[in-house]
T-cell receptor, first 118, second 114 residues
Framework: DTGVSQNPRHKITKRGQNVTFRCDPI?????LYWYRQTLGQGPEFLTY????????KSRLLSDRFSAERPKGSFSTLEIQRTEQGDSAMYLC????????????????FGPGTRLTVL | AQSVTQPDIHITVSEGASLELRCNYS??????LFWYVQSPGQGLQLLLK??????LVQGIKGFEAEFKRSQSSFNLRKPSVHWSDAAEYFC????????????FGAGTILRVKS
């Protein structure tokens, strides 16, 4: 079990550019989540996948954001036409298929990707 | 709607002193409750969780928390703080009726003075 990994760890981009982040969940986990964390705040939910299906999306996920999990394994989060307000830590988490009653849907977090938009 | 309040933005304790971090939640049904810790520039590590059974739960690194339904609280405690405990602590709530997401509080930054 190597844990949840995210790449890149840091990304600096200019306003208006597109960026893509990758998340590799724990291998046997079928549930994957994206969160955004700004300075001084707790993480805020963006979206959730069960296998390859995107089942929940937050209103925070504007039309400039898109997330995919094409084969039910790794996921990507793309931000188009970045804005300075997109600067944040983007966290990925995964949880096992055992579900609520067994594990309380415990989520395991990756180290995050810190995005800075200049 | 579910929400989480962590009333203390910063707390400073002396090394060896006891610690209590407060967390209050708002949720209609029985909640699933979590405490996570985050070191600077890092992801979140789960300290402990409550979702059924004994309301006093033990976690890693000597932490414990008590679920008090009557007070809608899930406070985190440690009897003797170590300098390595300095970090930011987040309380989170979840529940099946509100989807699969965790809802986090704003966090409490713990400083440990020697």
């Amino acid at each position: 079990d190597t844990g949840v990994s995210q790449n890149p760890r840091h990304k600096i981009t200019k306003r208006g550019q597109n960026v893509t982040f990758r998340c590799d969940p724990i291998s046997e986990h079928n549930r994957l989540y994206w969160y955004r964390q700004t300075l001084g705040q707790g993480p805020e939910f963006l979206t959730y996948f069960q296998n390859e299906a995107q089942l929940e999306k937050s209103r925070l996920l504007s039309d400039r954001f898109s997330a995919e999990r094409p084969k039910g394994s790794f996921s990507t989060l793309e931000i188009q036409r970045t804005e300075q307000g997109d600067s944040a830590m983007y966290l990925c988490a995964s949880s096992s298929p055992q579900g609520w009653r067994t594990t309380g849907n415990e989520q395991f977090f990756g180290p995050g990707t810190r995005l800075t938009v200049l | 709607a579910q929400s989480v309040t962590q009333p203390d933005i910063h707390i400073t304790v002396s090394e060896g002193a006891s610690l209590e971090l407060r967390c209050n939640y708002s949720y209609g049904a029985t909640p699933y409750l979590f405490w996570y810790v985050q070191s600077p520039g890092q992801g979140l590590q789960l300290l402990l969780k409550y979702f059924s059974g004994d309301t006093l739960v033990q976690g890693i690194k000597g932490f414990e928390a008590e679920f008090k339904r009557s007070q809608s609280s899930f406070n985190l405690r440690k009897p003797s703080v170590h300098w390595s405990d300095a970090a930011e602590y987040f309380c989170a709530v979840a529940g099946m009726e509100y989807g699969n997401k965790l809802v986090f509080g704003a966090g409490t930054i713990l400083r440990v003075k020697s």
